[in-house]
């Protein structure tokens, strides 16, 4: 099977790949991939996230924006 691309060109464009650089910091912490595994299950306000279960009053080093 040949790949979709010739070999040695980019798949992404620089500005592509700085968004999703973006979005990977964004979910680099086991609590911002907890929180995101939380809302695809369903919409949460940071109230309902603070009260939930089992939940630490730790924060987050940095606000999840990409989130």
């Given amino acids: 099977m040949e790949p979709a691309e010739p070999a ?3 798949t992404l464009t620089e500005p592509d790949a700085a ?3 973006e ?3 964004g979910l ?3 609590a911002r991939i907890r929180i995101l ?3 695809l299950h369903a919409p949460c306000s940071v109230g309902d996230r ?3 279960p089992g939940r630490r009053a730790a924060p987050l080093p ?3 924006r990409a989130l």
Avoid: K
């Fill in 19 to 21: 968004a999703v650089a």
């Fill in 37 to 39: 595994a939380r809302l």
């Fill in 62 to 64: 940095h606000p999840p």
């Fill in 8 to 10: 040695g060109e980019p």
């Fill in 23 to 25: 979005v990977m910091q």
């Fill in 50 to 52: 603070a009260r939930a």
């Fill in 28 to 30: 680099a912490s086991p």
